[in-house]
Nanobody, 118 residues
Framework: QVQPVESGGGLVQPGGSLRLSCVAS????????AAWYRQAPGKQRELVASITGADSTKYADSVKGRFTISRDNAKKTVYLQMNSLKPEDTAVYYC????????????WGQGTQVTVSS
């Protein structure tokens, strides 16, 4: 069973930075789209950013210009650099890797808590 493993969460003051990492072993990582989602208390899970194997990226409007997603296929790792953090960024952040051929493969990490507070 593939289980992506996130790390890098924690408590940070408003305006600060954090870098999340997610290692997805046991798959041909370069063939998967990798993404970060987040879920705040009482809210639905939302897409934060995604990156294809060819490094094409997408971002939620709320994080554009502040967050950067990147990947290292050799290390089977996807990163989320989060700058200028705001209290509303507080959530559990989840790593997701997905591929749609020859069938759908969809794997989720267990999540890492990010808390932005003074």
């Amino acid at each position: 069973q593939v289980q992506p493993v996130e790390s890098g969460g924690g408590l940070v003051q408003p305006g600060g930075s954090l870098r999340l990492s997610c290692v997805a072993s046991g798959i041909i990582f370069s063939t998967y789209v990798a993404a970060w989602y987040r879920q705040a208390p009482g809210k639905q899970r939302e897409l934060v950013a995604s990156i294809t194997g060819a490094d094409s990226t997408k971002y939620a409007d709320s994080v554009k210009g502040r967050f950067t997603i990147s990947r290292d296929n050799a290390k089977k790792t996807v990163y989320l650099q989060m700058n200028s953090l705001k209290p509303e960024d507080t959530a559990v952040y989840y790593c997701n890797v997905v591929r749609d051929f020859p069938r759908r493969y969809d794997y989720w990490g267990q999540g890492t808590q990010v808390t932005v507070s003074s």
